[in-house]
């Protein structure tokens, strides 16, 4: 499952990144907000579900290679990491529902695809 | 891979803006070499680990990073407080980060133990009021 696929189904926004990374395919998900935790279990291609949104994700999320980072619950994402992401091309998206929707739905579908 | 590559880098104290571009630098010099992504992978971890520490506690510090055929060895030093009891510091929860600092996700007590994790050899040498010198090497 691409990333856009993924968006289009769970009806994910689009916060900050280059559009053209969206067909780059999801390797997993992983939902953590504690860094060091992410750093060490996030693999390249892998959805990161986080509700932080400070310089510090954009960073872990680039040096991970993850796919995108998902923010849950609408939360606003800082204008210096938006800016940050899109200097470093990492995808940020933006959802309504909580870190534990996002992490079912997302698990469940990649599980249907394979 | 005949010659040694260095690279030298500033960590700046208490700066969010930079903090991880050191890592990030020597990660994306790592892939253009070719190297394995799993040896990138535990390289950048305890990397990204130690010049946090460096920007979080260290008051800032200095990255020196070695690269030759089989192994990378990167030296991050700073002339911050010290650790001051490594024994307890290397166990994992355990940390000293202020609430701030766990605020921004950090702060977890996994720095340490994810860098002897993911490092082949891990040496830490700490003074009370001098500083710390961390040296992790990746054999590739």
Redesign the interface.
Known sequence: MTIKEMMETLGLRLAAGPEGMLDREITGVYCC????????KLD?GNVWI?V?T????V??A???DAACVVVPENIEIEE?SINRANEKQVLMLSSDKTAAELSFEMISRIRKAE | MGQVIIRDFEIPANDFTVAGEASSTVRKLLVQLGVAPDKIKRTAIAMYEAEINAVIHGHGGKAHVEISGDKITIVISDEGPGIEDLDLAMQEGYSTAPDSIREMGFGAGMGLPNMKKHADELDIRTEKGKGTVVTITVYF
């Open positions: 907000d504690l860094i060091s935790h992410a750093m060490a390249s986080t932080h400070n310089l510090n994700v960073a872990v680039s040096l991970t210096q």
